[in-house]
């Protein structure tokens, strides 16, 4: 299996039990378009965007080969199941709540997929 680090971040990944691994930013990102449709300026700005699906990605789909990318872009391409997303919802945190590290990957299942 190779993983190919996607997002413009270094990932370290703490596997219970094994050594720790960082994955370095590959230098070439995946990205889903938005469009802007407006934007809130109440007393918190809030904007509006909207996601095509479009996604600006240089990576072709290869047998073993999967792609650490952000939750916007997984849950967009819910027919890319080579996308990786860092399990931060188990994240290791700092004593101050920064995130160190992830101690996996998820994937994002569609459609009554396993």
Known sequence: M?????????VN??????DP?????SGEKIRVEFEQ???DEGPIPIRR???HGRLVCSFEKRPGVYYIVSTVVALACPDRDDFLVPDT???IRDSEGRILGVPGFK???FNGGE
């Open 49 to 51: 965007v909207k996601a």
């Open 107 to 109: 994937q994002f299942v």
């Open 21 to 25: 691994v960082v994955y370095p930013p």
């Open 13 to 18: 990944v703490y596997p219970p039990g094994k």
């Open 2 to 10: 190779v993983i190919i680090n996607a997002t413009p971040h270094p």
């Open 37 to 39: 449709l407006c934007l």
């Open 89 to 91: 919802d188990l994240a």
